[in-house]
């Protein structure tokens, strides 16, 4: 963006100016996109939920009410604000703000579509979930700055929750760190370029024999060396057809789903129990800033788990577009980014449909679920990744005489790690699930019964 | 260039300071809480403006995502709202205020007369700064400073299973709470045991232990 905005204005203003409305532009442009995506996953989800359980959701307002969100922002904005009198005004008033705004940060970083990166910052990963961190201080401001008691309970669950799911799903990002050596999420889609399962793994022997439609040059994947080679590519190298990536993806998106409070996790706004949870005290457009933060949060956690594990804007056909350049270069820029929406969208969609079919967990299953399961599963996978890089990637030095992998191809290292973590994972897999398995009923004898005080 | 850095650090630095004196003197200890964590947003901006990205991010993890959680955890479950409108400064503040600053004296002087100001020359352009990046720090964890590395790391879990220690509560001592229909139907036997053998007092049906009904049957 700076680059263009530099070839057309560049003579007639200060660099530095042109930078700034540059980042200025692209923000807006990031923002209006998670917005809109806002307004219709907020239609979506009603549609959708509604006909799971044979409803018709909203349908009066425009075609199939895809008017509905606006008439609800309008009347979010015409509604009058209400602050308790006790309530703390200057917190209430940040938090909202306070919970809205790192969401919004975390869009800075995702790669949109091939070339259509906010910014290169070489610790996204860690960012992404940093500043995801910080909107529990919003939600805690919230729930105590609001001096209601559902509003406080509300907040300790949700922020307790917000702490505990950080971990596994932490832990399960870890696999990609170790599979990409590195934190950029720019690199992520590049790395899953190839076939599936086996990456970009299959090179092409003859370097004039090889259609640029099938074949592109891929200068860093896991497991190749630093010297750019030909693959075969189809753009479906994702991560979650290995048996790693799958482990990974799983533990990462019911991690996600609990951040973003979707609804078996949606323990601290349980409106059977504590009214609206932390959101209680708030109406206009300040409960409209928690529910935009609640949505964008899940878009952006899905926009994550899309571009860690399921390629991000990788797809069929992309790298073919782009190899034959000239402004096929922008279809595939194009064609990218409708694959990462996609992606995002189908993840959104299996969010409405959990919704639809499970109910509210307790907050002990709750915790044991995370410690329990969760967490057990992405230890073993990060192992399970260490040894996926070993075996494509380090030479029987680097093994130290134990593994001599050198005169495999690297398809055969890759098949190998395939394998091999496949059954390590499986086996893992099994064990766990099986040590979680609920106990027998225990039919309490009365002699056992204590009633509480 | 320079100077916009120079104009970002001063105001960070007004960010920080403001931030602490209010952590310190405001009344609500909420307030204060709130204020500390702006204070450490200001200095994960510092670390940024120093292109230490890790670092900056890992400041706001640690220190806005996790420790003031917990702070803000512990000060709402441990007081109640209304007693919140505390002092923070006791009438011999002033001592308090001399004996850090003359501590902190004590560790600034020896330092600044004695340390060799001399910065690192720039690294050479397109090469990543030399503490910066993750796997720098990384690779330092694991080699040069592997051993304070792992006594950290034991010293942690160490903690962790002092603190399950302290929290446990043994699952035979734990008392069950009842759900409400367990509650009626727990009342319902006793009646119907009691029915053919009336006691003369009034039947325990709050709480029982296992000792009384064990010999009761």
Known sequence: MTDILRSWIGSALPDWLIVLIAYLLVTTIVLFYA?????????????VV????????????????????????VKMFTKEDIVPRNADRWVHLLAPIVALAPVAMMLAVIPWGRGWEPIDLNVALLYMVAVSAVSGVGLMMAGWGSNNKFALLGAMRAVAQLVSYEIPAVTALLTVVILAGGMSLLDLPYMQAGVPIMGATILCGDPAGCSPLLYSTITSFPGSPS????????????????????????????AALAEGE????????????????????YSGMKFATFYIAQYILNFALSALAATAFLGGWQGPGVAALANMGGPWVHVAAALSAFYLLAKIWILFFVMIWLRGAFPRLRVDQLMDFAWKLLLPLALVNIMSASLVVGLTQWTSAQWGGLVNLDGFAPWQ???????????????ATYWILSINQRPKQVEWDEEELVVAP | MNTLITILFLIFA???LTSAIMTVTVKNIVHAALWLISSFFGVGALYLLMEAEFLGVAQVLIYVG???ILILFAIMLTRDLEGSQNRQLTPRWWIALIVPAALFGLLIVPTVMTHDWRLPPPPPAGQPPAISGAQQIGTAFMREYFLP???AAILLTVAMIGAIVVAFEERERRRRVLTLAERVRLRQRQQQRQQPAPRPEPAATAVQTSEATGGET
């Open chain 1, 35 to 47: 917005v809109g995506n806002f307004i219709m996953m907020v239609w979506a989800e009603r549609r």
């Open chain 1, 50 to 73: 509604a006909r799971m359980q044979d409803r018709l959701g909203p349908n009066r307002v425009g075609p199939a009410g895809l008017l509905q969100p606006i008439a609800d922002a």
């Open chain 1, 227 to 254: 010297e750019p080679v030909q693959a075969l590519d189809l753009g479906l190298g994702w991560w979650v057809f290995t048996p790693v990536g799958l482990l990974g993806f799983l533990v990462f998106f019911i």
């Open chain 1, 262 to 281: 979707r609804t078996p996790f949606d323990i601290p706004e349980a409106d059977s129990e504590i009214v609206a949870g932390y959101m209680t005290e």
């Open chain 1, 413 to 427: 290292r890759q098949l190998i790690a395939v394998l091999v973590t496949a059954v390590i994972n499986i086996a």
């Open chain 2, 14 to 16: 007004a960010l920080i």
């Open chain 2, 66 to 68: 996790a420790v003031s």
């Open chain 2, 149 to 151: 590395f792992e006594v």
